[in-house]
């Protein structure tokens, strides 16, 4: 594959060899290449961990700011330009510890972005503590008897709050795992992309193995329209669904719900000062 | 009892509880006075609650420019059972005390006290009709202004012009009943007329300090505001909130502060001019936001509102004390710039001018109000808007960009990803000229001198400190922000001709003339609404300038001109 | 009523009169009193907002911390020292919005503490605007143009995170909200109640009447170890159930899992300075 | 090539890729040296990743004590490609280099560098058995301080106790190789022994800092520790977790920084001794929370581990840039105190004795450290723990206990519930002695004082300023935290007569000898590892004084002592 986000040089990419991430990165970059996607129009944005640094590997526009704070960055920047595709990128930890406030409410606002989530189940650059993904009794050094805090599910939590696209993917997958980034992108809407990746370094438990073991995917039968069965397929943890589990379409974006779009749909940094304006507000 | 005579300067003191419409009778006032020519101010002090309590607005009516809360009540309305105990050491045996048998503390019926008893049938109903107290208070104002009936009851008809037909003849009764009262009660008792009438400033407008930032910010270009409600810094993001149809802008509520600065370091990153609005507590969460801007040298428009700290502490009262949090908040070292309004028009002035700052400098910008300078109103001439420019600073860029080059002044070009064909990136790790994350140590050593450089190459849009008084003082009151209205009105009363005073609109960087008229005077005092003396701290480090008396006042309640006169005349004599 | 959670003078308090809040400071004092808890063993902790003045008006121990924080503040007083009843309370922006990490984190940790939160679905304290609860379209001088963020759903929310103890209430049924409230408490993890709370001030929509209409409680036939039931219900939208939704009572407390009280069950405070052992730790 | 003849104190570094393992090679060179009777100190500085890149450790062997970074390097092991090109400035003609060909970078192959090669087979692989790189390094240097190969293998069997046998089988056999290829290749070009034996540090304990900031707190009562990772803060976080189940103390990682401030403030209103430890960004999420701790009064102990900002900045670096934010950090005004060691044994106490401050005054107490600080270990002699005390001061209350009752050093007795029968509350709004909400403005004036009283009340325990060099210096270097160990190697180096240095262990309140023994000097020298010299700020801004020079560092790497010799003698000459 080569495409205009790939670098001429080659890129000292700062992951462990055997990583999750450097598929998830290939998935991603096939799935923006084939969406043809403009360059100059993708922002990527991330916040702090190992899987935030893909960005960094994009050619293409990026904002990597704070640990947890992706979510919050990808909205202003949406919301200032909406002409611009904005994939928000970032680890199990960021965007569901550290960042979980975020999490819920950008759900519930609904910016039309996208939120791929790498899910190893740990905190990677931090050297390996619980992340809020991590199954009961992972040890770690400060988890010293094992994870006690009930597992979080970012499936059920992003379903309960009628999230607009909620999907799963399995890292070492890259051709579904495409397709889902895809359909993602696509969506109208905020859209979950929860990538379950292995951590080589750090969790000995979620492993590539384990995960061919536990996961299997949807099939057609399944309808992502019915909130109740894409429910049940979130509390499922026998066997991992994979795959499209929920989609919600009747809510507009955050975007066309701003009074600043509804007659004018420039973006910002194109407008022109109101200042003459300003006047009649002082009536 | 004597008549009395009031000066052309009156201050009526409302008090009552929340919930008894004291806003809407400030708001009649304030416009009908200014409307007939009068100059008027108004500060409401109020408790952190919505129903009940005590609370109280003072409203000046003046033929001089007023623009500061004194502690005289020439005209008092108690309207609960609550109003005057709180006002004690403030009611003199020269205040008419307008009210209700029942709201008249007893310690006051000595005889020693003007008071004017409003009959309980009057106050609150006559023949079968509501007497509505808020207009009859204003018709008592405005009779006694000399104001004529009609001019008052058109006023009222067009205010309340949405009102049902039955509820405007309400208050158009209530407001007869007033006009006769003060021709029978209360005409005899004072002389007359209270003020002259002015002309000029018919045509002015009338500003809370809320609204003075708001429209300051919309006329710097401001199009993004996303913030977290908070007292007292709620008023600009509601002004925002309700113009932002109107004005094309982008007005979100995030989830919290944190959620608030992210989104708005975004929305400059995507183009916007984005602004978050918040206090104290409501900042400290945005601290890391704050050194994330400085990391990826992003502008933004921090408006923080200063209230009584530390943590939830006095919510609806006033203080100076984030002046420090804001020079040193958020980790590692960036440069930024502190800008604190006296006035409305210094307000809007200063708001416009902090997003071109923000935008040439790519640094934060902080615009320090409080409380007291928030909700108090006055009126004040035309802005000039032909004087406040929006200066946007981005460029288009090119193929191979780099977001963060290095120049000579420390300042990169900025690009914005969507105009032009580079791309634009922005990284919080450090980062090489590109936002490529790098620890080359020599590449983070000019990277730190790169941003730090800025704060030289700013020097030349510094904001020097305005001088009022003697030219030749030998004493010199230094201060900022919200207390400059005040402090003028106290050295004119002074009239003292060693004495001048110095306000600081811009408080870091320290203005460079700062150090010569600080020279200059024999002594100098410092004035802060704050216990620590922050700005005096500043000085101190950065100067060595160490002064010789501070007035410091930090009980939640503003400095009233009576205050500083006596404080000051006790350092200068 | 007369216990000794009373004051002996007569406390101003802060609220409108008519406010949903009387009724629920009246039903939870109710509930303390019948439990028979210990006034110096009962700690009260909240935020800020009008919800989150109760404690100043229950003559107890408390601790009004920050707003949005009063669940880590509340998991911390009981780690210290589990032989106290913690009882956190306050409003629905301050434990969804600004708090709403917390909530969701608290929640997997299962701290063994009662969590009552007062949702008049607005921002009392700061005078009307939006809050996470508020219902699409409701307007407020900030949300100029109406809500249109999707409500969040606390009751689906925790659900979803397989919390301990979930139960609606609605603050003028003082009898049944006391009963839910006294369950709650003596549930062993983390009980949330959100309690409907009209708003005479600022919220014009969600009256007393509104609730009255749009409410029904669950009868003896809802089965609350049912998690798909609970989340039906929890999604329910045209009346909203009120009583006990769900209960999950096979996790431990975070308590319970802590190592500090694995042989020792004393409060922290009494314990004595283990100088002696650290000499063991430097091998 | 002449004999390499080294001095009683060598400096190997090795030079590999994170994953190669050099953490155990560091433990196992500490650990024997330091039993064999060498001074150690080690110092990593590593990139901020988990695979690959190029990190390098520093260990010293001494028969001095050694506590600081040389640039110097007596041995370098190149274990990988990037090994070298990093550490260009540090090589030189008599750096011994010993590694493989391949590793060794071609400029340095011209003949005039000391360059030992290490067999491609003996290095990998020999006779089908693996050689293990990290054994062979280890055995070299063990072979080369005159440690005689049984200990060596003893020590090792000791080590890896819980591997198969098979492993710890394939660790001898290279350490063996080790041994012989240094008799055959090592000996006859250097000059042995290289350093003196000695025996009173024999039983010695070795620490890190992260290790004696945890051991200090363990030893101050600390019962409590809720934090979320950060590097480099996670090393006290790790050994807390590590130690929660034999000390009975409660550890427990937060979801964020704020859930975990907040926990710990309920935790030590719940009768815990509580900690935090973080990183500048984590801390910034704090700032509320400090505030909060400010407000009620709450003690609090904050481990706060520098690195270098703004924002993500260099995560595994280190800087001394956060004082002026941990000084003014929060809203609102209320005193704090900054700790800040330099050695581990001032690691221990003033941890242990941060606990005891903090319940004493019932203020946050900071203990600041940083990267170098925490990631670097040396030998000391044993713990007094008989000098370290915990000291409670809670009291158990009574009926009508006042939480915040008026003292005339504003400390109020504190309680906790559940001891004693008193209710004991804590309001974040400003309140009255027991706590309920108040917004009288008298009342809200004392309580700011009696907060505020605190930071005189507080002067008995502070901690004077360490001097070391001459007691008549006329120059006088200034420092704080971490630096100490170099600034003192580096003005014995010097040995001017006229130079002594001042090491600050408490940054706020200033202790008060400050300014003498800072007038004394003709010229002072500040010396920080930051960019705006932000001691040097509190300094000035408290006392007016204003250093001569300053020696700034802020590239990520720490001082080396070389570094600070050419620096301070630029100054004195
Ligand atoms: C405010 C703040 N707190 C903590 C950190 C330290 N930190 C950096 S990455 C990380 C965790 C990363 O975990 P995750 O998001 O799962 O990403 P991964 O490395 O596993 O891909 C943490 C705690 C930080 N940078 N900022
Ligand atoms: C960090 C911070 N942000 C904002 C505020 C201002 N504030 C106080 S109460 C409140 C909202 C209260 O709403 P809710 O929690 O629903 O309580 P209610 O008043 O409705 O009972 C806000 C935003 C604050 N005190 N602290
Ligand atoms: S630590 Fe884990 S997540 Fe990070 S790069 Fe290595 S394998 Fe991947
Ligand atoms: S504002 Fe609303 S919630 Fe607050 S006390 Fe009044 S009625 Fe109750
Ligand atoms: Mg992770
Ligand atoms: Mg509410």
New interface residues.
């Given amino acids: 594959m080569n495409s205009v986000f790939d670098f001429k040089d080659t890129v000292?990419i700062?992951?462990?060899?055997g990583c999750g991430n450097f598929s998830i990165l290939k998935a991603l970059k096939l799935a923006i290449n084939e969406l043809n996607i403009a360059?100059?129009?993708l922002?990527m944005?991330s916040g702090?961990g190992?899987a935030a640094?893909t960005?960094?590997y994009i050619?293409?526009?990026?904002?990597?700011?704070?640990?947890?704070?992706s979510?919050?960055?990808?909205?202003?920047?949406?919301?200032?330009?909406p002409?611009?595709t904005v994939i928000a990128v970032s680890g199990d930890g960021c965007t569901y510890?550290?960042?979980?406030?975020?999490f819920?409410?950008t759900?519930?606002?609904?910016p039309d972005i996208t939120n791929i989530v790498h899910n190893n189940m740990v905190?990677?650059?931090?050297?390996g503590?619980?992340s809020?993904t991590s199954e009961r009794g992972f040890k770690t050094?400060?988890?010293?008897?094992g994870v006690?805090?009930?597992?979080?599910?970012p499936m059920?939590?992003a379903?309960?709050?009628?999230a607009s696209f909620v999907a799963r993917a399995y890292a070492a997958d890259i051709e579904q795992t495409k397709e889902i980034i895809k359909k993602a992108v696509n969506n109208r809407g905020y859209s979950l992309v929860d990538i379950f990746q292995p951590c080589v370094?750090?969790n000995k438990i979620n492993t590539y193995q384990w995960y061919k073991e536990n996961t299997y995917y949807l099939d057609n039968n399944h309808d992502p329209y019915d909130?109740?069965k894409a429910?049940?397929l979130?509390?499922e943890n026998n066997r991992f669904p994979l795959g499209i589990f929920y989609i919600n379409n009747t809510?507009?974006t955050?975007e066309e719900?701003?009074?600043?779009y509804?007659?004018?749909k420039l973006?910002?940094?194109?407008?022109s000062?109101?200042?003459?304006?300003?006047?009649?507000?002082?009536d | 009892m004597s008549k009395i005579q009031f000066k052309n300067d009156i201050s009526v003191v409302i008090s009552g509880s929340a919930g008894q419409g004291l806003q809407t009778l400030e708001q009649l006032l304030l416009k009908i006075m200014k409307t007939s020519g009068f100059h008027v101010f108004a500060y409401s002090e109020f408790m952190s609650r919505i129903r009940g309590g005590n609370n109280s607005t003072e409203i000046r009516i003046s033929n001089k420019r007023v623009a500061s809360f004194v502690d005289r009540i020439d005209i008092l309305f108690p309207i609960e059972e609550g109003s005057m105990p709180r006002l004690r050491s403030r009611i003199t045996k020269d205040t008419l005390i307008i009210g209700r048998d029942k709201y008249i503390e007893s310690s006051y019926k000595n005889g020693k006290y003007n008071i004017v008893l409003l009959a309980d049938e009057l106050s609150e109903k006559d023949s079968g009709k509501q007497i509505i107290m808020n207009i009859m208070i204003f018709g008592i104002i405005t009779a006694l202004t000399g104001i004529d009936i009609n001019t008052a009851s058109g006023f009222l008809k067009t205010y309340f012009k949405k009102l049902t037909e039955e509820k405007i003849a309400d208050n158009i009764y209530s407001l007869n009943k007033a006009y006769e009262y003060t021709e029978v009660n209360l005409r005899p008792r004072i002389s007359y007329p209270l003020v002259k009438h002015g002309k000029a400033f018919r045509s002015e407008i009338l500003l809370y300090g809320s609204d003075a930032v708001s429209i300051g910010a919309l006329a710097g270009g401001c199009s993004f505001v996303s913030s977290y409600p908070m007292s007292p810094s709620t008023g600009v993001l509601v002004y925002m909130a309700q113009k932002a149809e109107d004005s094309g802008i982008v007005v979100e509520q995030a989830e919290d502060e944190i959620s608030a600065v992210n989104m708005a370091i975004g929305a400059w990153y995507a183009g916007a001019r984005a602004m978050v609005t918040t206090s104290g507590g409501g900042f400290a969460l945005m601290t890391e936001g704050l050194s994330l801007a400085g990391a990826i040298e992003s502008p933004i428009v921090i408006h923080l509102a200063q209230r009584p700290g530390p943590a939830t502490g006095l919510p609806t009262r006033t203080e100076q004390a984030d002046l420090l949090m804001a020079l040193y908040a958020g980790h590692g070292e960036f440069p930024r710039v502190i800008l604190s309004p006296g006035t409305k028009d210094e307000a809007v002035t200063l708001a416009c001018n902090a997003f071109n700052i923000a935008d040439k400098y790519q640094v934060p910008v902080f615009i320090l109000t409080d409380q007291y300078f928030l909700d108090s109103a006055n009126n004040l001439s035309l802005i000039d808007f032909s004087k406040l420019k929006e200066k946007k600073y981005f460029i288009k860029t090119a193929p191979g960009y780099k977001r963060h080059s290095f120049t000579k002044n420390g300042i990169s070009p900025r690009g914005i990803p969507g105009y032009g064909t580079g791309i634009v990136c922005a990284d919080s790790d450090e980062h090489d000229e590109a936002d490529y994350i790098t620890e080359d140590p020599d590449t983070r050593m000019r990277m730190v001198n790169k941003r730090l450089k800025k704060l030289s190459a700013m020097t030349g849009d510094t904001i020097q400190p305005k001088l009022t008084g003697s030219k030749k003082y030998k004493y010199l009151i230094v201060g900022w922000g919200s207390t400059s209205g005040t402090i003028n009105e106290a050295i004119k009363l002074i009239g003292n001709n060693d004495l001048a005073f110095l306000h600081f609109n811009q408080l870091y960087p320290l203005p460079d003339k700062t150090m010569s008229l600080l020279k200059k005077a024999k002594k100098t005092i410092i004035l802060e609404q704050n216990a620590t003396s922050q700005f005096a701290k500043i000085i101190r480090s950065e100067t060595g300038h160490v002064f010789d008396y501070s007035i410091l006042k930090y009980d939640g309640m503003p400095f009233s001109v009576e205050e500083i006169v006596k404080k000051i005349k006790k350092c200068i004599k």
Same sequence: chains 1, 3.
């Fill in positions: 000292d700062a992951w462990c060899p360059q100059d129009k922002v944005v702090i190992q640094k960005p960094q050619r293409a526009n990026f904002f990597n700011g704070l640990h947890g704070r979510l919050p960055a990808a909205t202003g920047i949406k919301a200032s330009n002409e611009l510890g550290e960042g979980g406030n975020h819920i409410h759900i519930r606002r609904n905190y990677g650059l931090t050297k503590q619980a809020p050094p400060v988890q010293v008897t006690y805090l009930e597992p979080f599910n059920a939590v379903v309960s709050l009628n370094s750090f909130r109740e429910m049940h979130a509390f809510n507009k955050f719900n701003l009074p600043a509804k007659d004018n973006p910002l940094f194109q407008r000062n109101i200042r003459k304006k300003i006047k009649e507000f002082l």
